[in-house]
């Protein structure tokens, strides 16, 4: 058996793409191209395929990463053009390697993720400069989030979770965000996005918001 990581790009209407249906829609295409996939033991056994970090609704992703095991060897070159000849619009994949490190899986070992984040608004760094400066300088960001048991909206503060924040050059107010992200610690964009909103009184909706997920980090250095 073998082991891939195929890193891709999520674009354009690809964004309304769920979890579960991407994971299917990768399966279709290993399937199409003759890649077998090898599957767990047990008494319900499924394809040994996950990605890195799973990507929210409405986002878009510049370099999301999908680790597989197969159960015949295979070439990384010829696995990306038979893979990429057959992706949906919006969906691009960029690079086909081996997965040589050991590590039980990619999920298990996320540590940052990096957002770009874009508001339907006009930019003036001069001016933003200073709320980001004055955000983070908060010594608690507290944001609601839903238990997952009661349902019940609670509070949380976030401001551990929040590694940094940029402004981005560029014709609307953009920022990069650097957050925790794995099963460690694991900060969600949205809350960020809806405090951001409320401390800087931006006449914004949160539709409005484009999201663009632009890298995935590890807690360890990975041949990948």
Do not use: W
């Amino acid at each position: 058996m073998s082991k891939y990581i195929i890193k891709f790009a999520k674009e354009g209407y690809m964004k309304y793409t769920s979890h579960l249906d991407m994971l299917r829609l990768f399966q279709r295409a290993f399937k199409r191209c003759n890649i077998g996939l090898a599957h767990s033991q047990g008494f319900n056994p499924h394809p040994k395929m996950g990605f890195a970090q799973p990507l929210s609704l409405g986002y878009t992703a510049a370099d999301e990463i999908l680790e597989f095991e197969t159960v015949e060897d295979f070439l990384p070159a010829d696995i990306k053009e038979s893979v990429g000849k057959i992706m949906p619009q919006g969906l691009i994949i960029k690079t086909c390697s081996r997965l040589t490190d050991n590590v039980k899986s990619l999920a298990a070992i996320v540590d940052e993720a990096e957002y770009t984040v874009t508001f339907p608004i006009d930019a003036d760094l001069a001016d933003y400069g200073k709320v980001v400066k004055d955000y983070l300088a908060q010594e608690h960001i507290v944001a609601y989030k839903r238990q997952k048991k009661t349902k019940k909206m609670v509070e949380v503060d976030i401001r551990s979770k929040i590694r940094d924040i940029q402004l981005v050059d560029g014709a609307k107010l953009t920022l990069r965000l650097i957050l925790d992200c794995g099963s460690t610690s694991n900060q969600s964009p949205e809350q960020v996005i809806t405090t951001f909103i409320d401390f800087a009184k931006l006449d914004v909706v949160r539709y409005d918001v484009e999201v663009e997920r632009t890298r995935i980090s590890f807690d360890r250095k990975l041949h990948i």
